[in-house]
């Protein structure tokens, strides 16, 4: 009996440990906003920062930690051309119509449709209940809460040039700035609102045409002896309403243009046409010569004048500021000082002085013309040196942070001021955006230590995407842990504190991995540390404690007893067993390669590639093994299919992602890379070590480059890779699309002599080729993973691991085209046509099966279409005779199944989930229009589906419905929207049911999927309460099975 | 004098004719239409601001505070619109743009094709439920399940099974016990024995 249950308690355990915690990785967006194109600071009542972005998109973000309050992304149909915010409301204009958005929330309080034929000047300001559209012959009030046209004023085209718009929003005045094209003399439009004739009006009609009482237009000019041009945007100094605008070809001086007095002139004048004599104040140091002069910003008491001069590819730009004040007797400008910036762009450096830190660029800013500051940002290779030039003092700071090898260039520089904790003390943050897209909020005035110099930073960086690997975190630690301890870098965890230190605690884990974990290394490390990186350390182990304590008293036992407590508090053991952390490797277009720690939802370490210097970008990623990556760029934006005609360089680099360096990169000026693809060597399973004994890895991968010229390139080039590509180079098949033809080439390897297999490399020849209709435009080519699935027809499906599928977009005929191609022979094993057919399509391939979407332009629907190639294995003597042995002339003949869905939402791209050993259902992920991820199960997409109900449970299947089912318990990212997306990645993890899904666009997301929850995994439906139940009912008649054994009748009766 | 053809008015008159086709096919500017609607959801006055999509993006509308909508000056054509919401799940429509007229009809592009009326009234068809619920403690599901079925026969077998044994008469056990040989888990069970040698001893 007692065998029994011992039985019965050990099933019920194996079911309990075979299945696995529904705990997996949670679900993560990583939401992004892209290259900013322009910004406003102070933007509602929370003193938000509006920005515009390159993306389409206009976006809130909190100035105290960069976070997106929210975002408004526009279709790529709908261009974005303008916005501005302002603490009351925000606009923003599109070529369609023009949106009111309440500042705080994002809420559209009201949108209407403009009718402005050309936009070819349009600017926004935002007042208290109107907004401000000046185009190029009229200037528009407009009404916030019905955006009906209050105020509208005409100016002659022919007469006057629009350059530049100013407002003084304490006024509600507008001055328009131009040039007269007949005089070619600057002309000003001075608008003052008519206040009180508003008063006694009748409310306006919603009618756009009739407009209310016109403002006061007073039109001025210079003095026309005077003979002034006007070359640079002039700017406006708000409280002492002085325009000031800059002459560079006569007279090198900047000129002063009080309104005040033009107004009084205006009141009197009856025709409303003022000619006035300007002060103007030459400038010293202004040197005559190919150059170019701007005011770039100013303050009440400062403004820049930058001049650049261009040479032979050399441009050399210097910053002047100077400090003025305005006299009080003479009512003109005095100049006090005046300091030069210098800036070298070219390419050759030019050694100054010491040779140290010679290179350094400035970025002048202030968004508040009535504020008192004017900063340059200058940057160094290895540091920002901020100045903040005001009235009364001169503040300068230098943060070593911010190197340039890892952030690029300054892009843009904007200033913010706003309470950070206390709420008298207004302060000023820079907003600085680099060339790798990274936003940072930085702030020098603060008296605390220089680690609290930077507030926030933003990676944009996620926005330019261009590829990514998905690497098993798994497989990564075991370098991990013998490589990271050996090189314990105390700059790094400097730098990497300076990030973390206002963070949540689960984000320093990695911080603490860092730490060694013998205490004789701690206590070495720790007596190099500064006092600053022990007193951060501390203050994060024990931030109560160390707030009691002025001094610093460093306690290692401590430090590793705290260590130990976080990996058990947050090491997700699951996670790391069954794989489901990953390490994203990614590269954007502006050449970093990151790496993204999916456990920590951040990037974790960069690298940046020395592209730049020809202006070239990234374009593929490989992987060579566990430990190496490779990655292919290229020069002047040229493609990889080679067809750009300017395309001069390809550049290559691997990088070891273990240790974060670099290993190689390099420039090839010779030849252009037409196609890339990565194959995988055969595996003898030996590791050999080096001379000091340590392990070497060797390639599992290599890539083959084909160049323009026809010639083959193989990396890394080793010995091993060549040989091992000796042995496999008759299986490799290589199809490139050359766009220009049209055409779909296949290469293969060949060698002259087969006896001589030393010496002799194979060289690459056509195979086949297919030449397309013009109008067809190859969208698509998917290629089927051949890893994946073996050569061999199963239950009469059809697999082949050297087949491709091919995507065309008819655009005149409205069809699409999909064409099935097997590599080795060239032959067309299907080709299917779609009717009112347009893009988007995706195409994808797995296993004996091609699913595909389009947009249905008859239907107005997308239409999901499966394909499942079966083996018509009677049709072919060869293919029964020879089954074991199966050769591409005698392949079986194919059977196409096809069957069409709709699916009623609009998809923009669609990916396809992956699983260990493709046991699994498979999943399709939809992008869909409205930001959902949608996961599809591949049991839906099955040709053999009937109407018929009865003969359909027969089979096992579900019987045919026209409309794919569009559950919300099936979109993947639940209620955070994945904007833009470019691509769905899938990768698999050592549960066989879970999938590894990464979507990528605007936003990055990712997460472990389980599509039928089979297998190794407890279902949703799985009741742990019933089996705590049986557990326990088992338990008492356990115990009392061992009361009753004494039982003399139970005796009697078992025996 | 001048000779008048027949056959050159003919041509002249078709030319013409052609021409004037051509100029009226250039000239007629494509109809656009305006549509316009409602998000209402119901128990709820001030519905949440969502955003409308017409052909997944090609024209965008948000809703405002009452939960109109509308879309000015759209082509006519045949569209499909979609309400992007993230509480509520609305069925997407069909809309016929003033193709035939000035009118504007709709039909729902799922299964339903229920006909909607101009200007559009959009209600939800559900809420959005992300996550599927975890089911409540039910006994009867509990016995069921193999788990229960488990308990079941292991009671059986603990209380019930020597009952039935002690009622059966003691010739007739050992004629089971013969006739299952003591090989087999049911005999064992039965006989209680653990070695069928024993068995074929003690007759």
Known sequence: MKILFTLALLLIFFQASFCISTEQTKKRVHEGIGEIVRSDLE?????????????????????KNGEIVWKHKFNEKEKLITSTCSHHSSVVLT???????????????????????????????????????????????????????????????????????????????????????????????????????????????????????????????????????????????????????????????????????????????KDNNVIITVESLPLKNLKSGNENLQIITSSSSHFVVVQEQYGQGLTKSKAFIYKFKKSNKKNSIILIAEKEYNNNKSKNKKEKGNGKETESTFWFSNQRSDSDFVTCVQQTETKLIITSYSSEKTINEEIDYFKRNDYGKIKNVDLLFFNLNSKKQILPFYLIEFEDLSLHMVNINQKTTKTKNILWGREEALTDIIDLLIIPKKTLNIYQNSNENNKFDLEKIKQSLQIKIDESKKKMTSFYDKIPKSTDEIKKHFNLATNEIKQTIYSIINPSEYSKQPGFKMDVKKLNYVKKNWHLKFEDSNSQKFDFNKLLVIITRNGNVYGFSTSENQI??????????????????????????????SSNNADLDGNNKQSKSTFIAMIDIVNKEIIESKWFEQWTAKQAISIGLKDDGDDDGDDNGNKIIRPRKVVLILDNQGDYHLFPKTEYVLKSFDLIYNQVHFVVMNKE??????????????????????????????????????????????????????????????????????????????????????????????????????????????????????????????????????????????????????????????????????????????????????????????????????????????????????????????????????????????????????????????????????????????????????????????????????????????????NKNVKTNWN | MKVFYPTTLVIVLILSSLFSLTSTATTTKTKVCDVEGKVYIPGIRRPEQVKILLNGGEHTAYTLRNGEFKFSSIESGVYFLEVDSKNYAFSPLKIDVCTKGQTIRAKTADETFKTVRHPLKLTPYSPKVYYEKGQPLNPLKIFKSPMGIMIAVSLFSMFILPKLSGSIDPEELKQMQQENGGGGLLGKLLGGVANPQQSNSGR
């Open chain 1, 95 to 269: 070529d369609r119509k023009i949106l009111v958005v309440q500042p705080n929330t994002g809420k559209v309080l009201n949108e209407f449709n403009h009718n402005f034929n050309t936009i070819t000047f349009s600017k926004l300001r935002t007042g208290k209940d109107h907004f401000v559209v000046v185009l190029d012959d009229t200037i528009q009030y407009r009404e916030l809460k019905t955006g009906n046209i209050k105020y509208s004023t005409k100016y002659s085209k022919k007469e006057f040039e629009l350059a530049s718009l100013l407002l003084n929003e304490e006024s509600n005045s507008v001055v328009v700035v131009g040039i007269n094209k007949k005089r070619k003399t600057p002309e000003f439009l001075y608008l003052e609102e008519q206040k009180q004739k508003e008063k006694g009006k009748p409310k306006g009609t919603d009618k756009e045409k009739k407009v209310n009482q016109e403002p006061k237009l007073i039109k001025f000019q210079v003095d026309s002896d005077n003979k002034i041009k006007l070359n640079t945007k002039p700017t406006l100094l708000r409280k002492q309403s002085i325009v000031l605008y800059l002459d560079q070809e006569r007279t090198k001086s900047v000129n002063f243009l009080d309104l005040n007095s033009i107004i009084s002139q205006g009141k009197t004048s």
């Open chain 1, 604 to 633: 974790i370490w960069k690298i940046r590639l020395p592209i730049s210097e020809k202006s070239g970008s990234l374009d593929q990623i490989f992987r060579i093994n566990d430990k190496q990556i490779f990655i292919i760029g």
């Open chain 1, 43 to 63: 933007c509602g009542s929370s003193s938000g920062i509006f920005v515009q972005t390159e993306s389409n998109m206009v976006a809130l973000l909190k100035p």
């Open chain 1, 741 to 1046: 033809t049209n055409t779909l080439l296949c290469y293969h390897f060949i060698k002259d002599d087969l006896f001589k297999t030393t010496d002799n490399p194979p060289k690459p020849e056509i195979k086949w080729t297919k030449q397309f209709d013009k109008k067809e435009e190859v969208t698509q080519i998917n290629i089927n993973d051949e890893s994946q699935y073996p050569d061999k027809h199963l239950n009469n499906n059809y697999y082949n691991p050297y087949m491709i599928s091919l995507l065309t977009y008819n655009k005149e005929e409205k069809t699409i085209t999909v064409l099935i191609i097997d590599t080795v022979s060239g032959k067309i094993i299907g080709n299917v046509k779609n009717y009112d057919a347009s893009l988007p399509a995706t195409i994808q391939h797995y296993a004996n099966k091609l699913v595909y979407h389009y947009w249905g332009t008859k239907v107005k629907t997308t239409v999901m279409s499966v394909i499942e190639l079966k083996a018509n294995a009677f049709s072919s003597k060869h293919y029964r005779q020879n089954k074991k042995n199966i050769l591409y002339q005698n392949r079986p003949m194919v059977t196409l199944k096809k069957q069409s869905y709709l699916f009623p939402s609009y998809v923009n791209v669609m990916g396809v989930s992956k699983s260990k050993d493709n046991v699994n259902q498979k999943g399709l992920v939809l992008a869909l229009s409205t930001g959902d991820l949608f996961l599809l199960s591949d049991s839906f997409l099955n040709p053999e589906r009937t109407l018929n109900v009865q003969n359909a449970m027969k089979l096992g299947l579900m019987p045919y419905t026209t409309y794919l089912p569009h559950q919300a318990k099936n979109i993947i990212n639940d209620n955070e929207p994945v904007l833009q997306v470019k691509d769905i990645k899938s990768d698999h993890t050592e549960i066989e049911s879970t999938s590894f899904i990464v979507a990528y666009g605007l936003d990055l997301f990712y997460d472990c999927v389980t599509i039928d929850q089979s297998f190794d995994k407890i279902d949703s439906q799985f009741n742990f309460s019933a089996l705590i139940i049986t557990m326990l009912v088992l338990i008492i008649a356990l115990i009392a099975m061992q009361r009753m054994k004494g």
